[in-house]
């Protein structure tokens, strides 16, 4: 079995535009070379771009310097290899006895990194679980004298955490007469 990533958006963990919702405002994509980016900002956002582990760095690069894409990048292919053995042990006149093995994510009992889900870290909550909304800017505050909203950068933005279950093991009998 597999399964295509889960689209996912770089939002602002803010209202940013007033409507009342705190999940679903698209981020401004920071230029860390633009001169009139502030120095914290600049720096997260290169650690944010220098990260090899970052699943979205050419999405964020796609976009710098203007606000990203809805739903613009996935999260990697997932597969999953479930296995089933039995055998049939044949008893007294018609009678049998079925032994059955399942084994649930076969690849990774043989190699752990196999036959995980690669997810996003927990972003913000919202009605729709098959998008999944992770944010890039955190909210500070609010700058009266330029009229602007103060930011952190999530530094995480994009990396990936291993998770899906472990491979399982099931031994089964039916007897049928």
């Known amino acids: 079995m597999g399964s295509n990533g889960r689209p996912f958006s770089a939002v602002v963990n803010g209202d940013i535009n007033g409507d009342e919702s705190t999940s679903n405002d698209l981020a401004f994509v920071f230029d860390p070379d633009d001169a009139t980016t502030p120095p914290a900002i600049a720096t997260s956002m290169r650690k944010v771009l220098g990260n090899p582990r970052n699943v979205a760095r050419e999405y964020l690069r796609d976009h ?5 894409s809805r739903n613009g990048v996935f999260a990697p292919w997932t597969e999953r290899i479930d296995m089933r053995l039995t055998k049939t042990v044949r008893t007294r006149g018609s009678q049998y006895a079925e032994i059955g093995l ?27 679980p098959v998008v999944q909304r992770i944010p890039l800017l955190n909210v500070v505050g609010f700058n009266q004298a330029t009229q602007q909203y103060v930011y952190t950068v999530n530094e995480n933005f994009g990396v990936l955490q291993k998770g899906g279950n472990p491979y399982q093991i099931q031994l089964a009998v039916r007897y049928g007469f």
């Open 64 to 68: 710098l310097g203007r606000i990203a």
């Open 102 to 128: 399942d084994v649930y994510n076969f690849a990774n009992l043989l190699n752990s990194r196999w036959g995980a889900d690669y997810l996003l870290p927990v972003g913000i909550s919202n009605q729709n």
